[in-house]
């Protein structure tokens, strides 16, 4: 890949993203409204673990991309995961971080953007590809809390359309 075809492809993919956050930031409120504790077995995170995961770890894979390194500490992680005190705090958290880290990518320059980039030994890409992958972890986790709202007592809201808790507007 060549840095203009990167700069192409940073502006797609971040685009991507950014079309998410809304929804991402609805699916995380809706866990203020029930039982943050709920998990569906005990191996699973809590709601409440899961909200924040999905705020860290969204904002952890940007910054990774910008760094042009993936380095994981879980006692940070983990540490940013329990300092939220509400999914109020955690939405706010999303609203402000990840528009700031995507404006932050797309003014990476093209040669940065389209070097290759180590993922832990498993998977080397250009950089901007990282933005797929980001997306897809995002999506994943959004939509495993989703699930965990109407059992924990929350209501669904529409994702990708209307759902029965939160229908499609009509016109």
């Not at 809304?22 to 504790?37: E, S, Y």
């Not at 760094?67 to 005190?85: I, Q, R, Y």
């Amino acid at each position: 890949m060549n840095a203009e075809q990167a700069k192409v492809l940073v502006e797609h993919l971040a685009g991507l993203i950014e079309s998410e956050v809304a929804t991402t930031c609805k699916v995380l409120a809706a866990t203020k409204a029930g039982n943050g504790d709920y998990k569906p077995d005990p191996k699973s995170r809590s709601a409440r673990e899961l909200a924040a995961h999905v705020a860290v770890a969204d904002n952890w894979f940007l910054q990774s991309i910008i760094d042009g390194k993936f380095e994981f500490n879980p006692e940070e992680a983990g540490k940013a995961e329990s300092g939220f005190k509400s999914a109020d705090e955690i939405v706010a958290f999303y609203q402000k971080e990840i528009p700031a880290r995507l404006k932050q990518v797309r003014a990476l320059p093209g040669d940065t953007l389209a070097r290759e980039v180590d993922f832990f030994g498993f998977l080397k890409l250009p950089a901007v590809s990282f933005l797929g992958l980001a997306n897809n972890h995002s999506i994943h986790h959004r939509g495993q809390l989703a699930a965990y709202l109407r059992p924990m007592g929350s209501k669904v809201p529409s994702i990708y359309g209307g759902s029965a808790d939160e229908p499609m507007a009509a016109g």
